[in-house]
Nanobody, 121 residues
């Protein structure tokens, strides 16, 4: 059994900062890609930022320069530092991991339960 546990969402004013954290636990052998997606009401889920096990990162254009993703491979955690938040960043943020489970020959996608981020004055 594998679980992704998120924390750190909340309600903030425009221009504020928030930090999201996600910890993966369970029978994990190796995590390939780990990161964050988000889904706003009435919209499809979209990539926010992801990082590979080697350290490379990929950001959505809309968050470049404002958000920073970091990862601790030893602890199986990923963090998203969000600065200069805008109302359009309002969404449910989901932690994502592409990983090998103990006993599996192929990687599988796992998702957290989601954490709400609301940016409003």
């Amino acid at each position: 059994q594998v679980q992704l546990l998120e924390s750190g969402g909340g309600l903030v004013q425009p221009g504020a900062s928030l930090r999201l954290s996600c910890a993966a636990s369970g029978s994990i052998v190796k995590i390939n890609t780990m990161g964050w997606y988000r889904q706003a009401p009435g919209k499809e889920r979209e990539l926010v930022a992801v990082t590979a096990s080697g350290g490379s990162t990929n950001y959505a254009d809309s968050v470049k320069g404002r958000f920073t993703i970091s990862r601790d491979n030893a602890k199986n955690t990923v963090t998203l530092q969000m600065n200069s938040l805008k109302p359009e960043d309002t969404a449910v943020y989901y932690c994502y991991a592409d990983l090998y489970r103990l006993g599996s020959d192929s990687p599988y996608d796992y998702w957290g339960q989601g954490t709400q981020v609301t940016v409003s004055s």
